[in-house]
């Protein structure tokens, strides 16, 4: 069993990390919600989004292209790309 380290050194290795973690969560659900295009995956994808943002864990950048993705409602057989 390993012993985590509470110095500032510890904190600053796993920021990075956190932050892949929402990256890669918000990424599938983007997948997600453009290859099923249900209110589901609508639902996911913003509660995800909202969540990162709250946790300071969406960049700016990315929360455009998910608020310009949600602002186009998709619906099924659409073949808009963003």
Do not use: C, F
């Not at 985590?4 to 983007?30: D, E, K, W, Y």
């Not at 997600?32 to 995956?41: A, I, M, Q, R, W």
């Not at 990315?62 to 310009?68: G, P």
């Not at 993705?69 to 099924?76: H, I, S």
């Amino acid at each position: 069993m390993q012993v985590q380290n509470l110095s500032s050194s510890g904190t600053q290795a796993t920021t990075p990390a956190r932050h892949l973690v929402a990256t890669a969560l918000i990424g599938a659900a983007v997948i997600g919600y453009l290859v099923h295009k249900t209110p589901e995956s609508r639902t996911r994808l913003e509660s995800l989004s909202q969540m990162a943002r709250t946790l300071g864990e969406l960049s700016a950048t990315d929360a455009a292209v998910v608020t310009r993705l949600l602002a186009n409602p998709a619906t099924q057989g659409d073949s808009h790309h963003v």
